[in-house]
Every structure is written in structure tokens, then in C-alpha cells.
């Protein structure tokens, strides 16, 4: 087991090298920041000194180096625009974003492994065809269209949820929720809403296929022979078996969600990491533009890591596999 963890840490650390070239001279060769922060009708001075305070007259392996060089202590360097700590304006966003994710992949999760079950228990009857059908619906529409729906809809037809912003929220140790009051789940509930669709319907056919596969395999009908009840071979039998896609399918989707939250945030204007790495585009704030997909690289490398981790002591074939 130390071998298989020492050989999948190794190889996160040679990705997140090779990431950190790739974004580093990505982001930098794209536009020229001191167009954004200075007036137009500044200087020559004062444009040479603001390009000097920002380090960019020095050449790009230099840049790169301190850049590496303050990151693994944990500095990330200023932002262009807000003039504060990176890592500082990245936290003060990341609650909003961080209880929106939860809220719809958790929401999904649980509610999608429970009508794909379903739907893979009792496939023919009309139930599981109309959760099947919703099921592609969720796949086909673009999350975006849907957002502007859902707003349209319940926010100004209706009038039953507002369209956008946070709401009122309230702060524990430090930091401030919004799910906590009833305003701020009156706000997070068409976001939620907007950005679980996806991963309900990918949950339910996954968790629908898998059921299927189960039922049909020797472990179940040896169950039914015992005397087993439905619900304990549900239970004991069916719900582990499907266990390792499961936590793999959640795991990636919570760190894609929680990386690329962007469009819902946008649309709700919700006050998220998304919306301050759109904002940070439109004006060529490179290092939050930086920090954010280097952090976004290193959420899905630990997330891979740990879903690994939790292969190997989830199936012990694995760990066999791996070691040998």
C-alpha cells in the first residue's frame, strides 16, 4: 500500500510541474495587462514604472521562476487590479462557490443514485421510463439556457425567487454562508438548481446502468436463493457493488463543478471564484488568472489522488494490481 501511495504522489507532482509551465506561459502570452491598469494618456515614466512594478521587464523564464519560487510558500503574488494577496481574494470568493457545489452535487448525488436505482430495478415500468427520459433531457439542454429559463420563469414571471446575488448571509468562524439564512436559500436555490441538472442526469444513468449489470450477475440471484430480502440485497449487495463508480463519478464532478462554476455564477451573478476569474480576464489580471487554474489543477490532481486512495481500500484488487 506505501508503494501504490508513493508511486500516485510522484505522479501528481511531475503534473502539477508540467501544468504550471503550461498555464505560466499560456497566461502570459496573452495581451498586456499594463494597457488595462495605467490611463491611456499616461507617461512613458509612469508606464515604465508601473511595467518594472510589475515585473514584467524581466524575461519570462525569470518571471516563471520567482513565480515557482513564491508559490510553494504559498504566495501566489498581488492582484493587478485589486491590489491584494491572490490567495486573499481567491478565499474571500470561495465560501459562495464552495456551499453553491456542495449543495447541487451533494443534491444530485443522492437523488440521482436513488431514481437510477430505481430505474435499473424496475425497468419496464412507466416510472423508470419518464426518470430515463428526464434523464436525457438533463444531458441535452445547455446549462446556460436553462439558468435564463429558470430565471424568467420563477424570478420574473413568478416572482418567487429572486434572480440573482447572495442574499443575507451569516458568518461562522470567519466566515460568512449563506445557505444558513432563509434570503440566502431563497438566492441559492436556482443556481443549485441550474448547475445539479447535469449531474443529475449523469448520476441516474450511471447509477441505472450499473443496477442493471448487478442484478443479472451470480452474487444476486446466490442473494435471492438465501432468502435474502430485496431491501438487504439492495442494501448489502447492489449499493456496494456500484460504490467504486460512484465515488469516482462524484469526485471528478465535484472538482469540475467547484473549477468551472463559471456560467452558472455568471448568469446568477452569484459571487463566486467564477465570476472573479471572468472578471479577471476581461481586464488581463494574469495573476489571479494564474492562481486560479494552477489551484484548479491541483483540486483535480487531489481529487484523483484521493479517489485512488479510496479504490484501493474500497476493492483490495487494486492495491494488488498496483503494487505488482
Given at each position: 500500500?506505501?508503494?501504490?501511495v508513493?508511486q500516485?504522489?510522484?505522479?501528481?507532482v511531475?503534473?502539477?510541474?508540467?501544468?504550471s509551465v503550461i498555464v505560466f506561459v499560456g497566461?502570459?502570452?496573452?495581451?498586456?495587462?499594463?494597457?488595462i491598469?495605467i490611463p491611456p494618456?499616461?507617461?512613458?515614466?509612469?508606464?515604465?514604472?508601473?511595467?518594472r512594478?510589475?515585473?514584467l521587464?524581466r524575461?519570462?523564464?525569470?518571471q516563471y521562476?520567482?513565480f515557482v519560487?513564491n508559490?510553494?510558500q504559498?504566495?501566489?503574488?498581488?492582484?493587478?487590479?485589486?491590489?491584494?494577496?491572490?490567495l486573499?481574494l481567491?478565499?474571500?470568493?470561495l465560501?459562495?462557490?464552495?456551499?453553491?457545489?456542495?449543495?447541487s452535487?451533494?443534491?444530485?448525488?443522492?437523488?440521482g443514485v436513488a431514481l437510477?436505482v430505481y430505474?435499473?430495478y424496475?425497468?419496464?415500468?412507466r416510472i423508470?421510463?419518464t426518470?430515463?427520459?428526464l434523464?436525457?433531457l438533463?444531458f441535452?439542454?445547455p446549462s446556460?439556457?436553462?439558468g435564463?429559463i429558470?430565471?424568467?420563469?420563477f424570478a420574473?414571471?413568478?416572482g418567487w425567487l429572486?434572480a440573482?446575488?447572495r442574499?443575507?448571509?451569516i458568518?461562522?468562524?470567519?466566515i460568512r454562508?449563506s445557505?444558513?439564512t432563509?434570503d440566502?436559500?431563497?438566492?441559492?436555490a436556482?443556481?443549485a438548481?441550474n448547475l445539479?441538472?447535469?449531474?443529475?442526469?449523469?448520476?441516474i444513468r450511471l447509477?441505472r446502468?450499473?443496477?442493471r449489470?448487478i442484478?443479472?450477475?451470480?452474487?444476486i440471484k446466490?442473494?435471492r436463493?438465501?432468502?435474502?430480502?430485496?431491501?438487504?440485497?439492495l442494501r448489502r449487495?447492489?449499493?456496494?457493488?456500484i460504490?467504486?463508480?460512484?465515488v469516482?463519478v462524484?469526485?471528478?464532478?465535484?472538482?469540475s463543478?467547484l473549477?468551472?462554476?463559471v456560467v452558472?455564477?455568471?448568469?446568477?451573478?452569484?459571487?463566486?471564484?467564477?465570476k472573479?476569474?471572468?472578471?479577471?480576464?476581461?481586464?488581463?489580471?494574469r495573476?489571479v488568472?494564474v492562481?486560479y487554474l494552477i489551484?484548479t489543477a491541483?483540486?483535480?490532481?487531489t481529487?484523483n489522488f484521493?479517489v485512488?486512495?479510496?479504490?484501493?481500500?474500497?476493492d483490495?484488487?487494486i492495491?494488488?494490481r498496483?503494487?505488482?
Amino acid at each position: 500500500m506505501l508503494g501504490f501511495v508513493i508511486q500516485r504522489f510522484l505522479q501528481a507532482v511531475v503534473v502539477m510541474a508540467a501544468m504550471s509551465v503550461i498555464v505560466f506561459v499560456g497566461v502570459y502570452a496573452i495581451g498586456n495587462p499594463v494597457d488595462i491598469v495605467i490611463p491611456p494618456d499616461a507617461t512613458q515614466a509612469i508606464r515604465e514604472e508601473a511595467i518594472r512594478r510589475l515585473g514584467l521587464d524581466r524575461p519570462l523564464w525569470e518571471q516563471y521562476w520567482i513565480f515557482v519560487s513564491n508559490a510553494v510558500q504559498g504566495d501566489f503574488g498581488r492582484s493587478f487590479v485589486y491590489n491584494i494577496p491572490v490567495l486573499e481574494l481567491i478565499a474571500s470568493r470561495l465560501p459562495a462557490t464552495l456551499e453553491l457545489v456542495l449543495i447541487s452535487v451533494i443534491s444530485a448525488t443522492v437523488l440521482g443514485v436513488a431514481l437510477g436505482v430505481y430505474a435499473g430495478y424496475r425497468p419496464d415500468s412507466r416510472i423508470s421510463k419518464t426518470i430515463m427520459a428526464l434523464s436525457v433531457l438533463g444531458f441535452s439542454v445547455p446549462s446556460f439556457w436553462v439558468g435564463l429559463i429558470l430565471i424568467l420563469t420563477f424570478a420574473v414571471s413568478l416572482g418567487w425567487l429572486p434572480a440573482g446575488g447572495r442574499g443575507d448571509t451569516i458568518e461562522i468562524f470567519g466566515i460568512r454562508w449563506s445557505f444558513l439564512t432563509f434570503d440566502g436559500l431563497s438566492h441559492i436555490a436556482l443556481p443549485a438548481i441550474n448547475l445539479a441538472l447535469f449531474k443529475l442526469a449523469m448520476m441516474i444513468r450511471l447509477a441505472r446502468a450499473g443496477t442493471r449489470e448487478i442484478m443479472l450477475t451470480d452474487t444476486i440471484k446466490f442473494a435471492r436463493a438465501a432468502g435474502l430480502s430485496e431491501a438487504t440485497i439492495l442494501r448489502r449487495h447492489l449499493l456496494k457493488m456500484i460504490s467504486i463508480p460512484i465515488v469516482t463519478v462524484f469526485g471528478l464532478e465535484l472538482g469540475s463543478t467547484l473549477a468551472f462554476a463559471v456560467v452558472t455564477e455568471t448568469i446568477f451573478s452569484w459571487p463566486g471564484v467564477g465570476k472573479l476569474i471572468i472578471d479577471s480576464i476581461y481586464v488581463l489580471d494574469r495573476p489571479v488568472m494564474v492562481a486560479y487554474l494552477i489551484l484548479t489543477a491541483a483540486l483535480f490532481v487531489t481529487i484523483n489522488f484521493t479517489v485512488d486512495l479510496v479504490f484501493a481500500l474500497i476493492d483490495p484488487r487494486i492495491r494488488a494490481r498496483r503494487a505488482a
